[in-house]
Nanobody, 119 residues
Framework: QVQLVESGGDLVQPGGSLRLSCAAPGSIFRFNAMGWYRQAPGKERELVAAITSDGRTKYADSVKGRFTISRDNAKNTVYLQMNTLKPEDTGVYYC?????????????WGQGTQVTVSS
């Protein structure tokens, strides 16, 4: 089974920053868009940001101007730089291959990484 491994989550104060990383097998990373999704307590999982293999990006309105998604194709890794974090950014963050049009997730989910924004 293909595994996506997320890391970088932590407890951070409001206004702080975190950088999440996701390592993916080359077989799914190389030709796919990659997305970061999050699931807040009691809410459905939602798209946060996505990036195509040629660098086109998509952001949820709630994170525009604060989060930046990037990918290192040589390392099969996608990153999410999160700045000016807010309590409402709290949740489990997952990465996944994404449909490049609908941004829907394409693979099974990994374990995710917990982000908690609290004072």
């Amino acid at each position: 089974q293909v595994q996506l491994v997320e890391s970088g989550g932590d407890l951070v104060q409001p206004g702080g920053s975190l950088r999440l990383s996701c390592a993916a097998p080359g077989s799914i990373f190389r030709f796919n868009a990659m997305g970061w999704y999050r699931q807040a307590p009691g809410k459905e999982r939602e798209l946060v940001a996505a990036i195509t293999s040629d660098g086109r990006t998509k952001y949820a309105d709630s994170v525009k101007g604060r989060f930046t998604i990037s990918r290192d194709n040589a390392k099969n890794t996608v990153y999410l730089q999160m700045n000016t974090l807010k309590p409402e950014d709290t949740g489990v963050y997952y990465c996944n291959a994404a449909d490049r049009t609908s941004w829907a997730p394409l693979r099974s989910w990994g374990q995710g990484t917990q982000v908690t924004v609290s004072s």
